[in-house]
């Protein structure tokens, strides 16, 4: 086996959407994954636009310098899209010759996208036309060998993706059960938790974070000094930020239950509270339900007409939820923890599966180099 030019195995395919048939578009990204665009097709003449079906690969010659990455994605989906006639899709000549996967896993490589960087033009875009393209060479084991490396690697992605389905079902679980509670037990939120406010008077706590809207905290991008902390609050395990502000605008309600052991400090025009009896409503029930879009759409709806549309804490502390008993409260947040859980060890999956294409390859280029030795 040894190196063979690229340009000899694929070839470039050019079908037109004439008849408007295919109507989901897709982009490329530098990770070479498809993705929906984002291009604003208004007005726009889609008849001009590639088919790319299964199998078929899309590339884009432009900015690999910049980026360094050759951005190329292989489409596995069953049915057809469509992508931009600035693309190029290529397939294979003949996939008992060249596997589809197979080259996907070479181009996986950072090696490659450090080629792709070197080799790519000198214009303003950085290009890797589609003729430099076809020079680069890769090795192509005989076709039992490409079946074996891509079976490998694609053994690897299913049991990811089953276990990334079976997270699925733990969530409509969660789901589920909070939907039964709908109008049953109800207490005002004002009856359940009660505000605090620490501040961080001596200087002590520097962390300083901020809530998004996905009910995340975040480091704070806010401009402060030294002396200004000492205004700031305190915030602990256990209990919640809350901001009050553009609720309606943002159709969310900004509120985060804290979860970490060391304090942190947010901003003071925040606020701060806890409940006021765990035996009562636990702090991740709570935050269950705070997480739900009736929630957030119910704040959005009781939120003033200010410019800021805020939801003032007497009115959110108005809100009513449903109380269900602590071993039903205990039992959901028990699912609700054993999802969180699956959904890191998912991300972790995913992240140890990538750097398998290179070490896969590497295991090709190695077998190259293994010289038979002759018998005596």
């Known amino acids: 086996m040894s190196y063979k030019r690229l340009g000899d195995y694929i070839q470039l395919v050019d079908n037109r959407n004439k008849d408007l048939a295919v109507t989901n578009l897709l982009g490329i990204n530098i990770t070479k994954n498809f993705m929906p665009s984002v291009a604003n097709v208004s007005g726009t003449d889609l008849s001009k636009y590639k088919i790319i079906q299964k199998g078929q690969f899309a590339y884009s010659a432009m900015q690999v ?12 989906d069953d049915e057809p899209a469509i992508i931009s006639p600035a693309y190029l899709v290529i397939e294979s000549k003949d996939e008992n010759e060249l596997i589809p996967e197979y080259m996907m896993m070479w181009f996986q490589r950072p090696e490659s996208d450090r080629y792709g960087w070197f080799i ?5 875009r950085a290009s890797l036309d589609w003729e430099r393209f076809c020079e680069i060479e890769i090795p192509i084991p005989d076709i039992d060998e490409q079946r074996k490396y891509v079976a490998l690697f694609k ?6 993706k089953v276990y990334e389905n079976s997270l699925a079902d733990l969530q409509l679980i969660c789901n589920s059960f909070m939907d039964t509670l709908k109008e049953k037990d109800l207490k005002s939120l004002g009856n ?6 620490n501040r961080n008077i001596d200087g002590i706590v520097s962390n300083l974070l901020g809530i998004n809207v996905d009910k995340v905290f975040m480091p704070s991008k806010a401009k402060t000094t030294k002396e200004n902390l000492i205004k700031y609050k305190i915030i602990q395990n256990g209990e919640f930020a809350y901001s009050a502000m553009q609720v309606g605008r943002d159709e969310t ?11 942190a400090i947010i901003s003071p025009a925040y606020h701060v509270f806890r409940v006021k009896d765990e035996n009562e409503v636990l702090p991740e029930f709570l935050m269950l339900w705070f997480y739900r879009p009736e929630f957030n759409r119910f704040g959005w709806f009781i939120s003033d007409s200010s410019v800021r549309a805020s939801l003032e804490w007497e009115r959110f502390t108005d809100i009513k939820i449903p109380v269900p008993s602590i071993e039903k409260q205990e039992a959901i947040v028990t699912i609700y923890h054993t999802l969180e859980t699956r959904k890191r060890i998912n991300e972790q999956l995913k992240e140890s599966i990538k750097p398998l294409c290179p070490v896969l390859m590497k295991g090709v280029v190695e077998s190259m180099e293994v010289k038979p030795i002759n018998a005596i």
């Open 192 to 197: 359940l938790v009660e505000l605090v406010d």
């Open 155 to 160: 053994g690897l992605l299913t049991n990811q």
């Open 65 to 76: 310098g910049r980026d360094e990455t050759i951005r190329l994605a292989l489409y596995t």
């Open 120 to 124: 790519s033009d000198s214009t303003v």
């Open 253 to 263: 309600v900004r509120v985060v239950l804290y979860t970490f052991e060391e304090p």
